[in-house]
C-alpha cells in the first residue's frame, strides 16, 4: 500500500471531532494535518494495544528512529514517507513530534498522576505539542499563537480525561489527580465499576472548572491578527468546549452514555469559526468567561 492511501484509510477510520476543521483546509494544509494525525494515532495504538511492554517500548524506540529519518530524508513507514512530505512544506519541529512520542510512553510508566502538576507534562506531549504541530501547518505571525495552542492542548486533553474516565481506569490509567479523587472520596474502583456517587459529580465538576481555565487562558493569547490562519484551530477548541459543556449539562453521565456534539453542531460551529476567520472579525458568538480554576 503507497502512502497517500495508508494515511487516508487510517484517517477516514477515526471519526474525529477534529474533521470539520480539517475539511475546510486547503489541500496542502489538510494533507500536512492528515500526516501529523496519522502519526499520533499510530504511537497512541502502540501503548493502547496488547500488555507487552517490552515491545510497546520497542516499537516507540523505532518510531523515535523514524522521526530521524524523516528529517534525513529516509523514512521507511509508509505514515512516515507522508510526514516527512509535510515537513518539507510546514515547519512543523521535530521536537514536537518527538514529544508525542515521549507523552505516550508515559502510559507505560505513569498509570495515576498525584497532582495536577505531576499530570500537566503528560497533557503537554500528548496535545499541546500536537497544537504546536497545528500551527506551524495553518501558519501564524504572532509569537502569542504558541501559547494559544500550548493552553488549548492543555484544555483539549483533560475534557478527553472527563469524557474517558472510564474507559482509561479500565485500562489501569486514571489520569484524575489522585489529590483530587481523595478531597471527593472517589476511588479507582469506582471508576472503573462506573459508580455514579456525588462525590464523583463533585469531582469532575472540579475537574471541569479546570478545563475551562485553560480554554479561557487560550483565548486570551488567540491572536486576532492571526484569525484566517488559525480557524481550523478555533474549531477544535470550539468543538471540544461544545463537549465539556454537553458533559456538564448532563451532570457527566458518562458511564452509561456516551457524551458527544452531534455532527449538525460541529457543522455549525466549523462554519461559524471559518465565515468569522474570512470575515477577520470577532467571533460572532460570545466567549466562553474565564473561570478560577480550583487548586
Given at each position: 500500500?503507497?502512502?497517500?492511501r495508508?494515511?487516508?484509510?487510517?484517517?477516514?477510520?477515526?471519526?474525529?471531532?477534529?474533521?470539520?476543521?480539517?475539511?475546510?483546509?486547503?489541500r496542502?494544509?489538510?494533507?500536512a494535518i492528515?500526516?501529523?494525525?496519522?502519526?499520533?494515532?499510530?504511537?497512541?495504538?502502540?501503548?493502547?494495544?496488547?500488555?507487552?511492554?517490552?515491545?510497546?517500548?520497542?516499537?516507540?524506540?523505532?518510531?523515535?528512529?523514524?522521526?530521524?529519518?524523516?528529517?534525513?530524508?529516509?523514512?521507511?513507514?509508509p505514515?512516515?514517507?507522508?510526514?516527512?512530505?509535510?515537513i518539507?512544506?510546514?515547519?512543523?519541529?521535530?521536537?514536537?513530534?518527538?514529544?508525542?512520542?515521549?507523552?505516550?510512553e508515559?502510559?507505560?510508566?505513569h498509570?495515576?498522576?498525584?497532582?495536577?502538576?505531576a499530570?500537566?507534562p503528560?497533557?503537554?506531549?500528548?496535545?499541546s505539542?500536537?497544537?504546536?504541530?497545528?500551527?506551524?501547518?495553518?501558519?501564524?505571525?504572532?509569537?502569542?499563537?504558541?501559547?494559544?495552542?500550548v493552553?488549548?492542548?492543555i484544555?483539549l486533553?483533560?475534557t478527553?480525561?472527563?469524557?474517558?474516565?472510564?474507559?482509561?481506569?479500565?485500562?489501569?490509567?486514571v489520569?484524575?489527580?489522585?489529590?483530587?479523587?481523595?478531597?471527593f472520596g472517589?476511588?479507582?474502583?469506582?471508576?472503573?465499576?462506573?459508580?455514579?456517587?456525588?462525590?464523583?459529580?463533585?469531582?469532575?465538576?472540579?475537574?471541569?472548572?479546570?478545563?475551562?481555565d485553560?480554554y479561557?487562558?487560550?483565548w486570551?493569547?488567540?491572536p486576532?491578527?492571526?484569525?484566517r490562519?488559525?480557524?481550523?484551530?478555533?474549531?477544535?477548541?470550539?468543538?471540544?468546549?461544545?463537549?465539556?459543556?454537553?458533559?456538564?449539562?448532563?451532570?457527566f453521565?458518562?458511564?452509561?452514555?456516551?457524551?458527544?456534539?452531534?455532527?449538525?453542531?460541529?457543522?455549525?460551529?466549523?462554519?461559524?469559526c471559518?465565515?468569522?476567520?474570512?470575515?477577520?472579525?470577532?467571533?460572532?458568538?460570545?466567549r466562553?468567561?474565564?473561570?478560577?480554576?480550583?487548586?
Amino acid at each position: 500500500m503507497n502512502a497517500e492511501r495508508f494515511v487516508s484509510r487510517l484517517t477516514r477510520k477515526s471519526r474525529s471531532n477534529f474533521f470539520y476543521a480539517f475539511l475546510l483546509l486547503p489541500r496542502a494544509q489538510r494533507e500536512a494535518i492528515f500526516a501529523v494525525y496519522a502519526f499520533c494515532r499510530i504511537v497512541d495504538d502502540t501503548v493502547d494495544v496488547g500488555q507487552d511492554r517490552p515491545a510497546q517500548r520497542q516499537e516507540l524506540r523505532r518510531w523515535r528512529g523514524e522521526i530521524g529519518r524523516v528529517f534525513e530524508g529516509r523514512p521507511e513507514h509508509p505514515a512516515a514517507q507522508r510526514l516527512q512530505q509535510a515537513i518539507r512544506a510546514f515547519p512543523i519541529p521535530r521536537s514536537a513530534l518527538e514529544d508525542i512520542i515521549d507523552g505516550v510512553e508515559m502510559d507505560l510508566d505513569h498509570p495515576t498522576y498525584e497532582t495536577f502538576e505531576a499530570l500537566y507534562p503528560y497533557c503537554y506531549r500528548v496535545a499541546s505539542a500536537v497544537g504546536l504541530c497545528a500551527i506551524a501547518i495553518f501558519g501564524h505571525a504572532d509569537p502569542r499563537a504558541r501559547e494559544y495552542a500550548v493552553n488549548l492542548g492543555i484544555a483539549l486533553q483533560l475534557t478527553n480525561i472527563l469524557r474517558d474516565v472510564q474507559q482509561d481506569a479500565r485500562m489501569g490509567r486514571v489520569y484524575l489527580p489522585q489529590e483530587d479523587l481523595s478531597r471527593f472520596g472517589v476511588t479507582a474502583d469506582e471508576l472503573r465499576d462506573g459508580r455514579y456517587t456525588p462525590g464523583f459529580v463533585e469531582l469532575m465538576t472540579w475537574e471541569a472548572a479546570r478545563a475551562r481555565d485553560f480554554y479561557g487562558r487560550a483565548w486570551q493569547a488567540f491572536p486576532e491578527t492571526d484569525r484566517r490562519t488559525l480557524f481550523a484551530a478555533e474549531i477544535m477548541g470550539r468543538t471540544y468546549f461544545a463537549l465539556l459543556r454537553a458533559l456538564e449539562a448532563s451532570r457527566f453521565r458518562v458511564f452509561d452514555r456516551q457524551v458527544t456534539v452531534p455532527a449538525a453542531r460541529r457543522l455549525v460551529i466549523a462554519l461559524s469559526c471559518w465565515a468569522n476567520a474570512r470575515l477577520r472579525g470577532r467571533s460572532a458568538t460570545k466567549r466562553p468567561p474565564v473561570e478560577t480554576t480550583p487548586r
